[in-house]
């Protein structure tokens, strides 16, 4: 039996050294863009000057950066915490339109376009929200529960001037409109731009912490972006707003007749 595996060990080899190439591959696509590229940049400066010290017989700095790198698993852990969480999700992740059929799931991308070039041509600013896999109800303040069909019209009221609700974000789960009148986490990144206001900085907040869409349509410039992952797509009309929800929602294709 000892001889079978040994047969076969090259075959094992080639398999750990793919899973493990796999692995760091989607890592780094997971981190790519994002704050956590520079963040491991500082580690590995890090790890070079560790080895410069030892080398150089720096023992001071060695003794400091030896303390520090023996809790590097626990550092790690600290720094990317929304990365790790980001990727365990993705293990198990389930689309957004899961319990919908292809009519109501192009019903709803249809209301969404219609309701965000409405809103931007009448200069109404709105943010929207998306729940994807993972659950936001931890990190929203306040709002109103809905329950309701995902409407243009419904949307648009919601974010006019005189609605009581119009401050805050619209939050749409499993293609309801659940909650209205949200208060989001801001970002803290301070490379935003200052020109971005505060529904902006509230959907890259967000999005930072969650794998959530937010949709955020200015009522300064009238131009409707999406956010994803803290990063923001601007400038877009009504063609590309349903192409990026279309790819980052994943609607299922209609089942063929037989």
């Known amino acids: 039996m000892l001889d079978i595996f040994k047969n076969f060990r090259w075959l094992l080899d080639l398999l750990d050294i793919g899973l493990v190439a796999f692995i760091i591959y989607r890592i780094i696509l997971l981190i790519k863009g994002t704050r956590a590229v520079q963040m491991l940049l500082g580690l590995v400066v890090i790890l070079i000057v560790y080895m410069g010290s030892q080398v150089g017989g720096l023992y001071t700095l ?48 249809d209301e969404l376009v219609k309701a965000c070039v409405n809103l931007a041509n009448r200069k109404i600013g709105a943010l929207i929200v998306i729940e994807r896999e993972t659950g936001i109800k931890d990190f929203l303040e306040v709002g109103v529960e809905l329950d309701a069909k995902v409407s243009s019209d419904l949307i648009t009221s919601i974010f006019l001037p005189y609605s009581p609700m119009h401050d805050g974000a619209v939050v749409i789960q499993q293609g309801r409109l659940k909650r209205a ?78």
Not at 184 to 200: C, E, F, I, N, Y
């Open 62 to 109: 060695h003794w400091i950066l030896d303390n520090f790198l023996s809790s590097i698993i626990l550092v790690i852990i600290v720094l990317f915490q929304n990365d790790i969480r980001r990727a365990l999700i993705h293990v198990g992740r389930n689309p957004f339109f899961a319990d919908l059929s292809y009519r109501e799931e192009t019903e709803v991308m």
């Open 181 to 258: 009148g949200c208060f989001l986490p801001l970002t803290q990144s301070p490379d935003v731009s200052k020109a971005l206001g505060t529904r902006h900085r509230a959907a890259m907040g967000l999005t930072e912490l969650v794998d959530a869409v937010a949709i955020v349509v200015s009522e300064e410039t009238a131009r409707i972006s999406v956010v994803v992952g803290g990063r923001i797509t601007r400038d877009l009309d009504s063609t590309a707003l349903r192409r990026v929800l279309k790819r980052l929602l994943e609607p299922r294709t209609p089942k063929k007749k037989k």
